[in-house]
């Protein structure tokens, strides 16, 4: 099936009948792979199953996670989807745009928020990347229609010739990454407790557009433990004094 490797993520989904409505889009557009975040009901309720129609077999197999991060742990792309601007973070794109990112991932994953409130801040954060379906002035898709949506414009990609073949790290060896170099800046007096949060989604965008390899990800981390015993090993020399850099030098507004 064309999009037989993507994973479809349903964050905190409230009511059955949307996740067997979802079953049954992914189902239309050739995806298997259901995977939902702390669901705030069952996925196995008469509801759901009724709404799936077909695609009951695919809600009996889909998994359940505590965390995205979970669910993530294994991906090697992620599109996050939403229908705002957020500071800090790159702005949605038509998922047209994202096609090739797709075509050439091993392990794809789709990601979409609660129905009410859509991803929050922290959960588009864990997605290099973040696709908006374009609408009219109102903006609210039911669930299971976002799903469609997105899942169809990616559909579109199964006669493109793939824009690389290269194997990008998994998102648990970015996230691994990303604490290592949270560690590393408050170690060096890069960042404080305030700013860390903003400086850390600049160094997610840029890393992310990277695509890194599984091996990119070991050389970074190998420099940053190679900056970590660098400075402890002068700290117990007693020649080095933690200083924190200047504002301008840990941040881009």
């Known amino acids: 099936?064309?999009?037989?490797?993507?994973?479809?993520?349903?964050?905190?989904?409230?009511?059955?009948?949307?996740?067997?409505?979802?079953?049954?889009?992914?189902?239309?557009?050739?995806?298997?792979?259901?995977?939902?975040v702390a669901p705030r009901c069952d996925h196995?309720?008469?509801?759901?199953?009724?709404?799936a129609v077909h695609a009951a077999?695919?809600?009996?197999?889909?998994?359940?996670?505590?965390?995205?991060?979970?669910?993530?742990?294994?991906?090697?792309?992620?599109?996050?989807?939403s229908a705002r601007i957020r500071a800090d973070l790159p702005a949605p794109r038509h998922p047209a745009q994202v096609r090739p990112l797709v075509r050439a991932a091993s392990a794809p994953a789709l990601v979409?928020?609660?129905?009410?409130?859509g991803l929050v801040n922290s959960d588009l954060e864990q997605c290099q990347v973040t696709v908006r379906v374009p609408t009219?002035?109102?903006?609210?898709?039911?669930?299971?229609?976002?799903?469609?949506?997105?899942?169809?414009?990616?559909l579109q990609a199964?006669?493109?010739?793939?824009?690389?073949?290269?194997?990008?790290?998994?998102?648990?060896?970015?996230?691994?990454?990303y604490g290592h170099l949270h560690q590393t800046?408050?170690?060096?007096?890069?960042?404080?407790a305030v700013r860390a949060r903003h400086t850390l989604r600049l160094w997610r965008a840029m890393l992310d557009r990277a695509l890194m390899s599984s091996a990119e990800s070991r050389l970074f981390r190998g420099l940053l433990r190679q900056v970590e015993w660098k400075v402890r090993d002068a700290a117990r020399?007693?020649?080095?004094?933690?200083?924190?850099?200047?504002?301008?030098?840990?941040?881009?507004?």
């Open 57 to 81: 077999d695919l809600l009996r197999e889909a998994r359940v996670y505590p965390t995205l991060r979970e669910a993530l742990a294994d991906r090697d792309l992620s599109v996050g989807t």
């Open 44 to 51: 196995l309720d008469s509801q759901a199953v009724a709404m």
């Open 112 to 117: 979409f928020g609660p129905e009410e409130t």
């Open 1 to 36: 099936m064309p999009l037989v490797n993507l994973a479809v993520v349903l964050v905190s989904p409230k009511t059955p009948g949307n996740i067997g409505s979802a079953a049954r889009a992914m189902l239309n557009m050739g995806a298997r792979d259901l995977r939902l």
């Open 237 to 253: 020399c007693g020649t080095v004094e933690g200083k924190a850099a200047p504002a301008d030098e840990t941040a881009l507004d």
């Open 136 to 154: 009219g002035d109102y903006a609210s898709l039911n669930l299971a229609q976002a799903v469609l949506l997105v899942c169809y414009e990616f």
């Open 185 to 192: 800046m408050h170690l060096i007096g890069y960042t404080d």
């Open 158 to 177: 199964q006669d493109e010739v793939p824009a690389s073949e290269r194997k990008t790290a998994t998102r648990e060896e970015m996230e691994a990454m």
